[in-house]
């Protein structure tokens, strides 16, 4: 299955107007059959091959936004990871609650030093 082209439209707005006000340069990346969204070479969101969003967050922050959100581990394989969250289309689907997601993945993306 390929990425949600319409969900990664979305992204591609909300980050292109957030970093050209920082003064950041965005990248876009097909990976594992979706399309990722790059900020100084690190990961913020991606349209998910599976359907639906993946957030990179700080690690520490994974078991609170789990449990007090929709979001879930990203599973790769059979691992879950920390700091990779995955959250449905329809949490998504209203740009209030996309918007939360692109910041959260946004704001650690920047944080990390550039590749």
């Given at each position: 299955m390929a990425y949600d082209e319409e969900l990664a439209g979305r992204l591609r707005e909300l980050l292109d107007d957030d970093l050209a006000l920082a003064g950041q340069a965005l990248t876009e990346q097909k990976m594992f059959g979706g399309l990722g969204f790059l900020i100084g070479g690190n990961m913020a969101v991606a349209a998910n091959s599976k359907g639906g969003l993946m957030v990179r967050v700080d690690p520490a922050q994974t078991e609170e936004l789990v449990s007090s959100t929709a979001a879930?581990?990203?599973?790769?394989?059979?691992?879950?990871?920390?700091?990779?969250?995955?959250v449905d289309i329809a949490d998504c689907a209203s740009d209030d609650a996309l918007r939360k997601w692109v910041d959260l993945g946004a704001s650690y993306a920047a944080a990390l030093p550039p590749k």
């Open positions: 879930s581990r990203m599973h790769m394989g059979e691992r879950t990871m920390n700091g990779w969250l995955h």
